[in-house]
């Protein structure tokens, strides 16, 4: 097909527009990337927000993984988050989701009422840390895992995934004798894994990145996520006179690297993961905001 | 794939049932769907105890609910009927946080809502599909980032040391500004913020409705003499016009959430003017200051306008033949 010239101007734009967009969202990256490795003889020179450092150091990177650092025992925390809170999850989703794709369920309708509605109408922020009080949740690890237990939106689209599944299926194992437990672990859990993927993945993003359940449940900073210990670097300050209190200790470092490199190396730190991982999952995320919407 | 369907099953009110009939018949119904019901009972006693218990919770909204009587307080603290509301509506905060939830989530949606549209109007004209799919990983990757390394971005890229901005500034031979503490540049940086982190998210459902447009359309334009322009405005548009539709409906509904998170990490007392929303108010007033029953009122102020909202967009929804959330 021919273009006319119009068409091939438009096209030059269009392609050096989408590559300044692209350059817009890698920038930030990349800055604070940099200015990570600064040293600190540079930075005494040059100050911080360096596009090319002269030499790579690693100085900030050493003091925050250290493993007696508050920032590694929070990476270990948010680890154990996004393990046993993703594994929680699923395992109360799933049988949700499926049990409300069954077509000929009792009540049916009233249980999906029953859940939707908590998707429009909540208490609010007062009464549920309350609930979570009162419970005897704060200051604990499950603070950060209970109340995000279920995500009714994210169970609505593992639904609509397996009412997708042919019911003959299931009507074909029933002939066969098969029992409701065998027919959900050996034919339903398999035939659904590609929805329990995304929505997993989903649940693990969504538990990496969270910190305010953590900021306002918990007091002991040794039970702080990675995301609430960035925090704190970034609003507090370093707190390096403070040895026993600071978030980070530098007693034994004679020369502790600059602040914004320190946070610049943190801000790297806490998105590594998800950065790692993004390639081979990207798809799952974009297949997700489809799945159950998209219907053909 | 020729149609997006956000609808849930359409919910009949047969549960619970009225006559004595049907109620043995859901009886029956139970037990033969005991196996069920057993795998739910966890899920929903999630339910009951951390979304239900909670509104049962906003009764202390009518109290003077004393704290440090922890579960007994629900019912023991003096009733005050409706005081914290008029105290809210009273007070001169009221318009002050009213007016910045609103402007704030406006301003989100004047610049937020059509620029995942047009990007991915854009990126539909793209021939090379590995050039496209370049840039459409590149432009959703901060969807993903948490909110406390954005709002860690967005400081370091607007700090008065050096940060990329101040170079731009000194460039052009100003001084270095510290942006986050002027109010007249706050609400841009919000409305920035968001722009950067979801307008390549917001573009796939769009990009997915358009590949579902019957390609034979194209080709008949082309026969017709339509350009490309001309077929983006005739054909693509009108196209993808019942998810805009529908993007456009549920976004109003959700205009009360103007970006809590966001706003907490970057605001500070000398920009409370022009960024203190209802979230942060009921947060500071509520979880800092204590004042649970207060704060109580102001959340369930703000629910209850926002499920009108909600239940007002979606009738909209079904006005203009949407299928609607419920």
Do not use: C
């Not at chain 1, 049990?99 to 009422?113: A, E, I, N, Y």
């Not at chain 1, 390096?240 to 502790?256: H, K, N, Q, V, W």
């Not at chain 2, 966890?42 to 909204?61: D, E, Q, S, T, W």
């Amino acid at each position: 097909m021919k273009l006319s010239r119009g068409e091939r101007i438009f096209e030059v734009f269009n392609t050096f527009f989408l590559v300044i967009l692209s350059s817009i969202f890698l920038i930030p990256f990349l800055s604070v990337l940099s200015t990570s490795f600064i040293s600190n003889a540079e930075y005494v020179r040059r100050g911080a927000f360096i596009l090319v450092p002269e030499k790579i150091d690693f100085g900030a990177y050493k003091l925050l993984l250290n493993s007696s650092s508050t920032v590694f025992t929070a990476f270990l925390v948010s680890l154990s988050r996004v393990v046993v809170g993703t594994f929680l999850n699923l395992a109360l989703t799933f049988p949700l989701a499926y049990v409300l794709s069954r077509p000929k369920l009792t009540g049916r309708s009233f249980l999906t009422m029953f859940v939707f509605f908590t998707m429009i109408f909540s208490g609010g922020l007062v009464p549920n840390f309350l609930v979570v009080e009162n419970l005897g949740l704060v200051n604990s690890f499950w603070s950060m895992i209970l109340p995000g237990l279920i995500n009714p939106w994210w169970m609505l689209i593992m639904r609509n995934f397996i009412m997708g599944i042919p019911e003959e299926l299931h009507e074909a194992a029933v002939m066969d004798g098969a029992s409701p437990w065998t027919i959900m672990t050996r034919i339903m859990i398999p035939l659904s894994m590609p929805a329990i993927a995304t929505i997993g993945l989903f649940y693990a993003v969504w538990h990496w990145n969270s910190w305010f359940d953590a900021a306002i449940y918990l007091s002991d900073r040794a039970k702080y996520p990675l995301q609430l210990v960035l925090r704190a670097i970034l609003e507090a300050g370093l707190g390096y006179e403070s040895t026993g209190t600071g978030i980070i200790t530098a007693s034994e470092l004679t020369e502790p690297p600059p602040g914004e490199v320190l946070k610049a190396a943190m801000i790297i730190v806490s998105t590594v993961p998800i950065l790692i991982v993004y390639p081979f999952v990207q798809k799952y995320f974009v297949k997700g905001v489809m799945v159950g919407s998209v219907k053909g | 794939m020729d149609q997006i369907d956000l609808s849930l099953p359409k919910i009949s009110p047969s549960f619970p049932p009225k006559k004595s009939g049907q109620f043995l018949e859901t009886l029956r119904g139970l037990k033969r769907d005991r196996f069920y019901y057993l795998l739910i009972i966890l899920p929903l006693l999630y339910f009951l105890v951390f979304r239900y218990l909670p509104m049962l919770g906003v009764v202390i909204a009518f109290q003077d609910y004393d704290p440090f009587l922890g579960i007994e307080g629900f019912w023991t603290s003096p009733w005050v009927g409706f005081t914290h509301f008029t105290n809210f509506i009273k007070s001169i905060f009221f318009w002050r946080i009213i007016g910045n939830t609103l402007i704030i989530s406006g301003l989100k949606l004047l610049f937020g809502f059509p620029a995942p549209i047009i990007l991915a109007l854009l990126l539909n004209e793209v021939r090379s599909t590995l050039f496209k799919r370049a840039v459409q990983n590149i432009s959703y990757l901060p969807h993903f980032l948490s909110m406390v390394v954005v709002a860690g971005l967005v400081r370091s890229m607007l700090t008065v040391q050096g940060g990329l901005f101040n170079q731009i500034v000194r460039l052009f031979g100003g001084d270095p500004i510290a942006f986050l503490t002027y109010p007249e540049y706050f609400r841009g940086i919000l409305v920035g913020t968001t722009l950067w982190q979801e307008i390549g998210w917001g573009a796939i459902l769009y990009l997915a409705a358009m590949s579902t447009i019957n390609i034979e359309l194209y080709e008949a334009a082309a026969m017709d003499g339509a350009n490309k322009f001309q077929q983006a405005l005739n054909i693509t548009l009108p196209g993808i016009a019942y998810v805009i539709a529908i993007q456009l409906i549920f976004s109003i509904g959700g205009l009360l959430n103007a970006g809590f998170e966001q706003i907490l990490l970057l605001y500070s007392p000398g920009v409370y003017g022009v960024a203190d929303i209802i979230d942060t108010y009921v947060y500071r007033n509520g979880l800092l200051g204590r004042q649970y029953s207060f704060a109580a009122a102001v959340g369930l102020f703000k629910s209850l306008i926002a499920l009108l909202l909600m239940v007002g967009a979606n009738r909209v929804a079904k006005w203009v033949g949407q299928p609607g959330l419920w």
